[in-house]
């Protein structure tokens, strides 16, 4: 009997949604599969309070951890031949819950020498959020063997809005009746079931060599090259911005309160006016890079990490 534990965060229920559909195709015969869902002491609220999103900007992108719930016993007394790890991306960057359990001696105990499969859901940059993964997989001695990343299709300023409207609103509806429903569709969700065959092929086989080939097949991942250069440059000013504010002091602090109150505007200035600049160096800039865009998006496509 092959043992595959699912570990996964999910503050709306959208990320368990697609694990479970992904699990359809997986369990059956010689297969159990098990659920543990990372629970902080003290949980993020869903949806969303405004201030509180903010709030969580520093600690996430620093990846600073936050206090967790212990996993049933009987979690802890199995040896998994296979993780599949599920998780969002806040703040460019693998979210608190997440973060903090892969930081945890929890984490080392169950990943040590164990194949993982990551299940990414998010609005649509997840690339240095995925190489902050890989280095954290490589701390707790696990084996990153296959990827898969669900995103909003949609255009990256209708995106902005309708995910606002689902975090803070809590309804995955369509804002206005106008916009698309914001997140993952529905359509990608079911179909996130198709995944799971390579995956139980390689489980059953116990060999992982060309499962992310096998996933990438069925679309499992597509790299925005944009998107990249996007991500990159985020992270740059994202790590000037977090270090301000975490020098002022822990979530209540007027000083920190002040500064969060500019990084909103910042980071609306940014989405809305310097994105796009973004946009036309990209496209001025695109022949003579190619090559390079090439190599990138084979390597972000892939499981691999630089330099290891």
């Avoid at 703040?91 to 194949?115: E, G, H, M, R, W």
């Avoid at 990343?149 to 995910?163: F, G, K, P």
């Avoid at 790590?239 to 209540?252: C, Y």
């Amino acid at each position: 009997m092959k043992e595959v534990l699912i570990i996964y965060y999910s503050q709306s229920g959208q990320l368990l949604d697609i694990v479970q559909n992904l699990a359809t195709s997986i369990e059956g015969a010689n297969v159990s599969i098990t659920y543990y869902r990372i629970s902080p002491k003290n949980d993020y609220e869903f949806p969303w309070k405004q201030d509180d999103f903010y709030d969580a900007f520093p600690e996430s992108f620093l990846q600073i951890p936050c206090e967790l719930k212990p996993p049933k016993a009987d979690i802890l007394e199995k040896k998994y031949d296979l993780i599949i790890l599920g998780y969002q991306v806040w703040y460019l960057t693998p979210s608190i819950p997440i973060n903090s359990f892969l930081k945890s001696d929890v984490a080392k105990k169950l990943l040590d020498q164990t194949p993982v499969v990551t299940v990414i859901a998010c609005r649509n940059m997840w690339l240095m959020a995925q190489e902050k993964m890989k280095r954290l997989l490589v701390s707790c001695n696990a084996s990153l063997v296959g990827n898969i990343a669900l995103v909003d299709r949609h255009i990256n300023h209708i995106s902005v809005i309708t995910i606002v409207h689902w975090m803070l609103g809590g309804k995955k509806t369509k804002y206005l009746g106008i916009f698309p429903k914001p997140g993952v569709s529905d359509e990608d969700i079911k179909a996130s079931e198709k995944f799971g065959t390579p995956i139980r092929k390689a489980l059953l086989s116990n060999d992982y060599s060309s499962l992310q080939d096998d996933l990438l097949k069925l679309d499992a991942v597509k790299v925005k090259p944009l998107l990249i250069q996007t991500d990159i440059r985020g992270n740059v000013l994202f790590t000037k911005w977090a270090n301000l504010i975490i020098k002022k002091g822990p979530t209540g602090n007027p000083k920190r309160k002040k500064l969060l109150v500019l990084f909103k505007y910042y980071l609306l200035f940014a989405i809305w006016a310097i994105a796009p600049i973004v946009f036309i160096v990209f496209l001025a800039t695109y022949i003579p890079r190619y090559n390079k865009i090439k190599r990138d998006k084979a390597y972000y496509s892939s499981v691999r990490l630089k330099n290891n």
